[in-house]
């Protein structure tokens, strides 16, 4: 079945560091890609659209400055957290939906969770 | 606006059924789907419905009432390892998807 990669699984930082998330799609071509946060105990919200070849789009509240969002190519995107702090600490997933498929079924990277310090 | 409900918590005993309801309101509708997500892993695929009616798949059904804007997600012979949250989403007209906030369910002995 198709693959979604995430790396890293797990990352301890200092606060005012950046740190970069990557996504990667491993047996199909993802056109986009989107990035969720998580806090603990709370529901999956959707931070971006990453899309191959051209600007991401945000939710609103989301600050493009802080979260870059790069979609170099068809299997891979990522997630640039700039200077961290504490309150950026969360469960980031992305996910990306393989066209063609014929319920248009998002497949989940494994997670990545940031803890700021 | 959108708007995805689902209960917020449920509790069954092992080896029972359960039945853990969502009902939405999206613009546009591509299809429903059902995630599971235990604690501290992403979610992985249960079910998808874009036509009413009853899927079954093993253990797990899901059910769908695009007029009520309404689906269930039926588990049966419930097993410990059932224990997780259930995310109901629909893929609106623009195929983004739309998240509710989950459903806790705990399966006790």
């Known amino acids: 079945g198709a693959v979604v990669s995430q790396h890293p699984s797990w990352v301890i930082c200092k606060s005012g560091t950046s740190v970069k998330i990557e996504c990667r799609s491993l047996d199909f071509q993802a056109t986009t890609m989107f990035w969720y946060r998580q806090f603990p105990k709370q529901s999956l919200m959707l931070m971006a659209t990453s899309n191959e070849g051209s600007k991401a789009t945000y939710e609103q509240g989301v600050e493009k400055d802080k979260f870059l969002i790069n979609h170099a190519s068809l299997t891979l995107s990522t997630l640039t957290v700039t200077s961290a702090h504490p309150e950026d600490s969360s469960f980031y997933i992305c996910?990306?939906?393989?066209?063609?498929?014929?319920?248009?079924?998002?497949?989940f990277g494994p997670g990545t969770r940031l803890t700021v310090l | 606006g959108q708007n995805i409900d689902q209960p917020t918590e449920m509790t069954a005993t092992e080896g029972a059924i359960v039945q853990i309801n969502c009902t939405y309101q999206?613009?546009?509708?591509?299809?429903l789907f059902w995630y599971q997500q235990h604690a501290g892993e992403a979610p992985t695929f249960l079910s998808y419905n874009v036509l009413d009616g009853l899927e079954e798949k093993g253990r797990f059904s899901s059910f769908l009432s695009r007029s009520k804007g309404y689906s269930y997600l039926l588990l049966k012979e419930l097993q410990m390892k059932d224990s997780a949250s259930y995310l109901c989403a629909v893929s609106d007209s623009n195929y983004q998807l739309i998240w509710g906030a989950g459903t806790k369910l705990i399966i006790k002995p």
């Open positions: 999206t613009s546009g509708f591509n299809g």
């Open positions: 996910s990306a939906p393989r066209v063609g498929t014929d319920n248009n079924e998002q497949f």
